[in-house]
């Protein structure tokens, strides 16, 4: 197997797109990312057992509006998805605890918004190519997103950089594997305060 691809944790820079906008505490939480079909559901939910943390899965944010666009095979736009990711941060934040997010965030600035709130935030992000994509996401029964939106995910993914804190893994291996490598990447980088005790001790 190899080595997960690390990019080298840097906790402010770029993550708090301005601290007047604070109105709450922070709260840590596991970023799960990718394009649809991915695998980050299935990952962040088995990562969220592994660190006795609570998962949260962004899909159940979007308002009927953004489902609809999407299963007519349209994609969303900047302005469809900015309250879609407040009340995911607004979720997160309404708990005390670490939290296990499953989301696109597919910009950088989408993860600069849930870092607003949500922090630390280390990130595993999924990938995979366009084949495999377009064959999970059509395999997929009882879901609202078409297989024709892959490649536009692609081509708005953003893949995290240096100063992110974060993990690319690649979604072909088992999900045993690769929720073992990123728990193992996430205890080496999140702060001790940040991981139930369960895990940490
Ligand atoms: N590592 C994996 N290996 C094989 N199949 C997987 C893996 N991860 C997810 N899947 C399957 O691929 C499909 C998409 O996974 P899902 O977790 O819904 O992705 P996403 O949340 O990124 O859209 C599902 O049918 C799921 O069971
Ligand atoms: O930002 C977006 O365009 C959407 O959130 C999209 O990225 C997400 O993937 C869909 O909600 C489909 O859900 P799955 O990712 O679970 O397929």
Not at 13 to 27: F, L
Not at 161 to 174: G, Q, R
Request: glycine share 4%.
């Amino acid at each position: 197997m190899d080595a997960p691809s690390v990019l080298t944790p840097q906790r402010n820079a770029g993550q708090k797109a301005s601290e007047g906008d604070r109105m709450t505490e922070d709260v840590p939480m596991i970023l799960v990312m990718g394009a649809c079909g991915v695998g980050k559901s299935t990952i962040a939910r088995g990562l969220a057992d592994r660190m006795s943390a609570r998962f949260i899965e962004a899909d159940d944010f979007h308002p009927a509006d953004n489902k609809a666009l999407m299963a007519q095979g349209i994609p969303l736009t900047d302005d469809n998805r900015w309250p879609w990711l407040d009340a995911i941060a607004a979720d997160a934040q309404s708990r005390p605890g670490l939290s296990v997010l499953a989301c696109s965030a597919l910009r950088r600035v989408y993860r600069d918004r849930l870092r607003l709130t949500c922090r630390p935030m280390p990130i595993i992000h999924l990938h995979a190519d366009a084949d495999l994509l377009k064959a999970r996401v059509a395999a997929r029964r009882d879901h609202y997103m078409p297989p024709s939106l892959v490649q536009s995910q692609l081509d708005t993914l953003e893949p995290p950089t240096e100063d992110e804190m974060a993990c690319i893994l690649p979604a072909f291996d088992t999900p045993a594997d690769i929720v073992a490598r990123a728990s193992g990447f996430v205890i080496r980088h999140l702060d001790r305060a940040s991981i139930p005790a369960a895990v940490r001790d």
